[in-house]
C-alpha cells in the first residue's frame, strides 16, 4: 500500500476508532493493537511507535485520535507513503457561531474606526 488519502474531517476535531479503521484501511482489532493503551495506566506516556489517544478523564471513556496523530502513525509506522489530511467544515456548531458573531462585530467596528 503505498499512497493513502484520508479524509479527516477536522484538525480540531477528534475522531474514534471507527473513522480510524477507515483511514487507515485496517481492521478494528488491528487498530486496537496499533493503540497505545494500557490497562493499568488510564493514559500512558507517549510512544511514538504507537497510535496514541487524546486524554481520557475516565476508562468508559472512548478512545479518540487528533487527526494529524492518524497521519503521523500512517506515515512513520505503517509506511504509507503519502499520508493527506485533508480538512473539511464541520457543521456549525455554538462556539464557532459565537466566533462569526464575534468577527463581524470586528469587521464592523474596523469599518467604522477606518471611516473616521
Known amino acids: 500500500m503505498e499512497n493513502i488519502e484520508s479524509n479527516i474531517s477536522s484538525s480540531e476535531e477528534l475522531v474514534g476508532i471507527d473513522e480510524v479503521q477507515k483511514f487507515l484501511n485496517r481492521s478494528r482489532a488491528s487498530v486496537y493493537r496499533y493503540t497505545n493503551t494500557d490497562v493499568r495506566n ?9 497510535l496514541n489517544p487524546e486524554y481520557r478523564s475516565d476508562q468508559k471513556d472512548p478512545l479518540m485520535f487528533h487527526p494529524n496523530e492518524i497521519a503521523r502513525f500512517a506515515k512513520d509506522i505503517l509506511r504509507i507513503k503519502e499520508v493527506t489530511v ?31
Do not use: C, G, H, Y
Open 42 to 50: 488510564l493514559n500512558p506516556n507517549f510512544n511514538p511507535r504507537k
Open 86 to 116: 485533508e480538512v473539511l467544515n464541520s457543521p456549525s456548531s455554538a462556539t464557532q457561531n459565537v466566533l462569526i458573531q464575534i468577527l463581524q462585530e470586528l469587521k464592523l467596528i474596523r469599518d467604522l474606526l477606518e471611516k473616521k
